[in-house]
């Protein structure tokens, strides 16, 4: 998540890439540890060629192929969590749930604490009928500063 050190989500330590694939029931390869290890320590989300050159300027050895497949695994069970908007979808750490806003020019996404926006996602349930997703959360759509000024 977004300000964030490694291991650390709310304040809780986030077990080791390793023990969190694991538990999952996955193999702890070396790329799936390297792409979850990616996603939590980075500060923004990442589409999967973002991570494809992150690994590749770090020295890893790895095929644009198997880091797209590796990306929908872990969004599958639940370790990372996709987010589609605008140009290509764009890949987070899945540690803790969180909410969205997503710019519609530049696809730029940033996360959004759940308790700072329980209300206001009460209000729009009352209003709309619309509720957050499986993982707890709601995607928001806007223009970024950078996009609207």
Same mark, same amino acid.
């Given at each position: 998540m977004i300000g964030r050190?490694?291991?650390e989500a $709310?304040? =809780?330590t986030v077990p080791s890439p390793s023990v969190r694939l694991r538990d999952r029931g996955l193999r702890a390869t070396s790329n799936r540890r390297q792409i979850l290890h990616l996603l939590g320590s980075r500060d923004a989300h990442l589409s999967a060629a973002e991570v494809y050159e992150a690994l590749r300027r770090t020295g890893e050895r790895v095929d644009p192929? %198997? @880091?797209? *497949?590796t990306l929908? @695994? !872990? %969004?599958?069970v639940g370790l990372a969590h996709a987010v589609d908007g605008p140009g290509p979808k764009r890949y987070g750490d899945g540690s803790a749930p969180h909410h969205?806003?997503?710019c519609r020019r530049c696809g730029a996404v940033k996360d959004l604490p759940l308790g700072g926006l329980a209300?206001? =996602? *009460?209000h729009i349930e009352e !209003? %709309?009928?619309l509720r957050p997703d499986a993982s $707890? =959360?709601?995607l928001f759509h806007g223009l970024c500063g950078a996009c609207s000024g």
């Open positions: 050190s490694p291991g $709310g304040g =809780a192929a %198997t @880091v797209y *497949r929908e @695994v !872990l %969004t599958e969205h806003a997503v209300d206001a =996602a *009460r !209003l %709309t009928g $707890g =959360a709601m």
